[in-house]
């Protein structure tokens, strides 16, 4: 499996806080994809992150990659509830070849 | 607005039986893909395309052929369903260059009795 410790967790939170989803996998990856997925939906990209940055930042959102411990992470600045969704990442290992986590379901309680 | 659907949108199938699922994508994009997703899992690849006629296996191929008839679709098929295959199915598109983008489809919630 490309995966490590992470994946399937249900995260619940209120309004206005700030929360964090964490990713570890086990191969060398040129690139950490995160998607969200809302309820009925498919899977939407949210932020990218590539080898050679440290940190993105998207309005709210902020990706992590430390390629030396081979994790990743997202952060939701004062979350809100049209945040709630489920939030995957992915790995891109070579040309084309994509690995989705399990993902960390998000609720934001009002 | 550019798109990829799919259809139908949910099917129920008896074991045994042929399925096709149906994927179109207005992106003008090369490369096209077959993911199915089960309950408490993330997206697990089953095929791909990188141009029309030709397909590619992915990570879980057994049980699945794959169709890419032209650019704009491409399909999955199921040529003996079975209890195992039941699942969300999602297509994607992409330009195929690195640190592309997947745009992904609604979904094909796929039952089989």
């Known amino acids: 499996s490309q995966w490590g410790e992470e994946n399937l967790q249900a995260l619940s939170i209120q309004e206005g806080e700030d929360v964090t989803m964490n990713c570890s996998y086990k191969t060398y990856t040129t690139v950490v994809h995160w998607y969200r997925q809302d309820s009925g939906r498919g899977p939407a990209l949210i932020i990218l992150?590539?080898?050679?940055?440290r940190e993105k930042r998207s309005g709210r959102l902020r990706a992590t990659l430390d390629t030396s411990s081979q994790s990743s992470s997202l952060s939701i600045t004062a979350a809100q509830c049209e945040d709630t969704a489920v939030y995957f990442c992915?790995?891109?290992?070579?040309?084309?070849?994509?690995?989705f986590g399990k993902g960390t379901s998000l609720t934001v309680i009002p | 607005e550019a798109a990829v659907t799919q259809s139908p949108r949910s099917k129920v199938a008896v074991t045994g039986g042929k399925v096709t699922l149906s994927c179109h994508q207005t992106?003008?994009?090369?490369?096209m893909y077959w993911y199915r997703q089960d309950t408490g899992h993330g997206l697990r690849l089953i095929h791909y395309?990188?141009?029309?006629?030709?397909?590619e296996k992915g990570d879980i191929p057994d049980g699945y052929k794959a169709s890419r008839p032209s650019q704009e679709n491409f399909s999955l098929i199921l040529e003996l369903a079975s209890l195992s295959q039941t699942a969300v199915y999602f297509c994607?598109?992409?330009?195929?260059?690195?640190?592309?983008?997947?745009?992904f489809g609604p979904g094909t919630r796929l039952t089989v009795l």
């Open positions: 994607a598109s992409s330009e195929g260059q690195a640190y592309a983008e997947q745009f």
């Open positions: 992106n003008n994009h090369d490369y």
């Open positions: 992150i590539r080898s050679n940055e």
């Open positions: 395309s990188y141009v029309a006629d030709s397909t």
């Open positions: 992915a790995t891109e290992t070579g040309y084309q070849n994509f690995y």
